[in-house]
């Protein structure tokens, strides 16, 4: 994978939990769930690559 698809990743991700719409309506399971799904994809990207920075990753997922 590239750092383009990390991003489009991150994005996407970003995108999705600042839906109104989404189906966790109780923000702490909203927010163990998203942080859970992010940290498990940190771990099999940097399989992926070594170079893969984590915290970048999870700036970007994160951000509101």
Known sequence: MTKKDYIILANTINKSLNRDDVLITNQDDKFNTTEQIVF????????????????????VCMKS
């Open 40 to 59: 498990d994809l940190c771990n099999a990207l940097k399989q992926d690559n070594s170079n893969f920075n984590r915290q970048t990753f999870i700036n």
